[in-house]
């Protein structure tokens, strides 16, 4: 149980072009998403908590107009990645917060986007 | 602010060997402690967790973790490492409110095993 899925798994775009990742909760309900980023041989960096029905909350220093998130349903939050440029490569990995039992996060696989 | 630290960034162990990845936080209260493992390909999965009560934690794949307040570490531990736990390690905090929100990560530690 618990799974999260992500898609893509990779992506290579262009530079100027706009990504789209999705995020799935497979068998339960995610009211809170989160979405974070993960540079080569580095830590993962939270860059916002996604809340269904809602806005989302951007971490200090991410640009909300460059990595737009939405969360549409329990089960899908998508991180869109905006006019994208070959700094925005990273590994972007999501996680989901089980509605019934907040106590823990259960993180996707991640996306590699590499921006050309 | 809070922080993590594992101050091993690659540890390589034989296999059958003991184990033991180090982690310190900086909190302003006891926080709610985690330990992750990535493996490629693979989204990071839950080891175990840390939020009050006995401070030796068991957690799955014979993996344990002792949570010591006088040292702010929550250090992870497994009697015999196999072939199949190389992996990367990653120890995480958040907010002491027992509920997992805005985890801060340490840099990891890469595990190698040899044979």
């Known amino acids: 149980g618990a799974v999260v899925s992500q898609h893509p798994s990779w992506v290579i775009c262009k530079s100027g072009t706009s990504v789209k990742i999705e995020c799935r909760s497979l068998?339960?309900?995610?009211?809170?998403m989160f979405w974070y980023r993960q540079f080569p041989k580095q830590s993962l960096m939270l860059m916002a908590t996604?809340?269904?029905?809602?806005?989302?909350?951007?971490e200090q220093g991410v640009e909300k107009d460059k990595f737009l998130i939405n969360h549409a349903s329990l089960t899908l939050s998508t991180l869109t990645v905006t006019s994208a440029h070959p700094e925005d490569s990273s590994f972007y990995i999501c996680?989901?917060?089980?509605?019934?039992?907040?106590?823990?996060?259960?993180f996707g696989p991640g996306t590699r986007l590499t921006v050309l | 602010a809070q922080s993590v630290t594992q101050p091993d960034i690659h540890i390589t162990v034989s296999e059958g060997a003991s184990l033991e990845l180090r982690c310190n936080y900086s909190?302003?209260?006891?926080?709610?402690l985690f330990w992750y493992v990535q493996s490629p390909g693979q989204g990071l999965q839950l080891l175990l967790k840390?939020?009050?009560?006995?401070?030796l934690v068991q957690g799955i794949k014979g993996f344990e973790a002792e949570f010591k307040r006088s040292q702010s570490s929550f250090n992870l531990r497994k009697p015999s490492v196999h072939w199949s736990d190389a992996a990367e390690y990653f120890c995480?905090?958040?907010?002491?409110?027992?509920?997992?929100?805005?985890?801060?990560f340490g840099t990891g530690t890469r595990l190698q095993v040899t044979l």
């Open positions: 996680s989901a917060r089980d509605s019934g039992r907040a106590d823990t996060q259960y």
């Open positions: 068998d339960f309900q995610a009211t809170t």
């Open positions: 996604s809340n269904e029905g809602s806005k989302a909350t951007y």
């Open positions: 909190y302003g209260a006891t926080p709610y």
């Open positions: 840390y939020f009050s009560g006995d401070t």
């Open positions: 995480a905090v958040g907010p002491p409110t027992g509920t997992a929100s805005k985890l801060t």
